[in-house]
């Protein structure tokens, strides 16, 4: 990051992951959770709270010591919210609460943690407010400060880009979506719409059954390909990208580049939903990725180019026999 843009993305990353720790805390009743989620999303907004109460319930649960850590700091990564710029302060204020509100609505909507309380969001409305809430937003707000803190994206209009924004955060947020199905029915969660999914003749928990799941395939299908048209509007974000802003121009192509790769890898296997473990590409594909795109930061032509193989592979895959 270019050092203006340092403080309030660390700071309101580091924060996000402080609440999305306490929302997977499963050791900690639900309710517990959703009471502490509250607490946190009123100190985002300035309010006062009791922070540090939080990290007395929560701490003594978690495995790993970063997150120990961070949920012991919370109360010192507000105090650098504070000192933040009146305009980045309010940029960080407001992403923090949206995405606090997302978590509480994962949290309300799934009440169970496992397979034997599965629930699905009721229709393509709901992982539409889903999605925007946890990541969409986020993509509004990258791009707030961006044009804040770099004179070459002045002449960029916020309501344009930032509407390109939301969809850039809903491509990679539906590509994990996607990829998660199969673990996310075990925990209890169903992301594909109801609705949706009785239309096919089919309830949240016959997608546990092998001989039913592939029945989801055209919906599977469906969703890919509405989240390749948000792939298509946050490519379109990252080429009106300066040449001279590299540094962004990277940070916008590796994970558009590495998402469609994901993309394509959940449509290639012909019931992802009966798939034993999680969809993903290897770190050779990463590598490659990152060095491909690297060579071609500077090249809208090139990062075209690396957009559409990959766009064409999933493209492929989808049009495959399902038994293929």
């Known amino acids: 990051m270019p050092r203006p843009l340092r403080a309030p993305i660390g700071v309101a990353y580091l924060l996000a992951r402080a609440a999305d720790t306490v929302a997977d805390t499963r050791l900690i009743p639900r309710a517990d959770r959703l009471v502490h989620l509250e607490t946190l999303r009123a100190a985002?907004?300035?309010e006062r709270a009791d922070v540090a109460a939080i990290a007395l319930?929560?701490?003594p649960h978690q495995s790993h010591e970063a997150e120990r850590a961070l949920l012991d700091h919370v109360a010192a990564a507000l105090r650098e919210v504070e000192a933040l710029p009146p305009a980045d302060r309010e940029a960080v204020r407001r992403v923090l609460t949206t995405i606090t509100s997302g978590m509480i609505f994962d949290l309300e909507r799934f009440p169970g943690e496992d397979a034997a309380t599965l629930t699905a969001l009721e229709t393509p409305d709901d992982l539409d407010r889903y999605t925007y809430l946890v990541a969409g937003c986020v993509g509004e707000f990258w791009t707030a400060v961006h044009v804040a803190h770099r004179p070459r994206l002045h002449a960029w209009s916020l309501t344009e880009m930032g509407a390109r924004g939301v969809r850039f955060g809903k491509a990679l947020q539906m590509t994990n979506v996607l990829r998660d199905v199969p673990s996310d029915l075990?925990?209890?969660?169903?992301?594909?719409?109801?609705?949706?999914?009785?239309?096919?003749?089919?309830?949240?928990?016959?997608l546990l059954e092998p001989s039913k799941s592939?029945?989801?395939?055209?919906?599977?299908?469906?969703?890919?390909?509405?989240?390749l048209e948000h792939y298509d509007v946050a490519w379109s974000y990252t080429l009106a990208i300066p040449r001279r802003e590299w540094r962004m121009r990277l940070a916008c192509a590796w994970p558009l580049l590495i998402g469609l790769a994901t993309l394509a890898a959940i449509a290639r296997i012909p019931d992802p939903l009966a798939h034993p473990?999680?969809?993903?590409?290897?770190?050779?594909?990463?590598?490659?990725i990152l060095a491909r795109s690297t060579a071609a930061v500077l090249s809208n032509r090139a990062l075209r180019g690396e957009a559409a193989r990959h766009r064409a592979e999933v493209g492929r895959a989808l049009a495959a026999p399902p038994s293929a």
């Open 214 to 227: 592939a029945r989801a395939r055209p919906l599977l299908a469906r969703l890919i390909t509405s989240t």
């Open 44 to 46: 985002f907004r300035g």
């Open 186 to 206: 075990r925990s209890g969660r169903c992301y594909l719409p109801a609705r949706e999914l009785d239309a096919l003749g089919l309830g949240p928990a016959d």
């Open 57 to 59: 319930i929560c701490v």
């Open 277 to 288: 473990g999680p969809i993903k590409i290897s770190r050779r594909e990463v590598r490659g």
